[in-house]
């Protein structure tokens, strides 16, 4: 990456509270960390909204959702801190972690309308009582409800809950995607930054001393 350092009397570009003395590092430091930023609220508003909508008020789930936004919040830190102290460790966690980010929600995005599918094909053909599907002998009920011995009873409970299943699908779609986005967009400029940072170039500017001028003391009288 070619850097564009500052021009004599020309002042360091302060991003998010970092000043830095290259044009170029301070454009992409800037994508890093702000791409970085929108990733986490677009993870922590979809945990809150599937939350809400769910109806799932129990502690354990609370203390996923909450442990599941910390975990969000990390990855841009481990930029912030990259970038801030120039640190080439923080920065490569900060730019795998958004690729594991990435590939992660595609294959979760994929299981879940692919499970969701399943369902969907189970309580519409596969009513214990009355089957419409000779393809039924194939759905296993003691696998799609683990707690329910009874088939009956697990397709009634999947009957119930498919409106809450679709929610789910829809609303991981809908932030997953602009998340796989920034994430992708995220990894690709995070590697710029890192590979910057393994050639030798420091992103932030050093505090300015104030100029010290030799002062003579003289001598105590007494």
């Known amino acids: 990456m ?3 350092p500052l021009q004599p009397g020309q002042q360091p570009t302060v991003v998010y509270g970092l000043p ?3 044009a170029r590092l301070a454009q992409l430091t800037k994508r890093v960390l702000t791409m970085a930023l929108l990733s986490a609220v677009l993870v922590i508003l979809g945990k809150v909204v599937g939350l809400i909508l769910g109806g799932h008020t129990d502690m354990p789930t609370l203390l996923m959702t909450l442990a599941t936004a910390g975990l969000a919040l990390l990855v841009p830190c481990c930029g912030y801190y990259g970038a801030k102290n120039s640190d080439q460790n923080f920065t ?3 730019c795998g972690c958004n690729c594991l980010g990435c590939t992660c929600n595609i294959i979760g995005i994929a299981l879940t309308f692919a499970g969701v599918q399943v369902i969907k094909y189970a309580v519409t053909q596969c009513n214990p009582a009355q089957p419409t599907s000779s393809n039924c002998d194939n759905v296993d009920f003691s696998k799609l409800c683990p707690n329910i011995p009874d088939a009956q009873e697990c397709w009634q409970h999947l009957d119930d809950n498919m409106g809450t299943l679709q929610n789910a699908m829809i609303i991981g779609v809908i932030f997953g995607v602009p998340a796989i986005i920034l994430q992708c967009l995220s990894f690709y400029f995070g590697n710029q930054l890192y590979e910057s ?6 992103i932030t500017v050093s505090p300015a ?5 030799a002062v003579a ?3 105590a009288r007494v």
Not at 209 to 213: C, D, R, S
């Open 197 to 202: 940072l393994k050639s030798g170039a420091h």
């Open 217 to 219: 003391v003289q001598p």
């Open 92 to 94: 490569c966690l900060f």
């Open 2 to 4: 070619q850097t564009q």
């Open 209 to 213: 001393m104030p100029a010290v001028q």
């Open 20 to 22: 830095i003395n290259d």
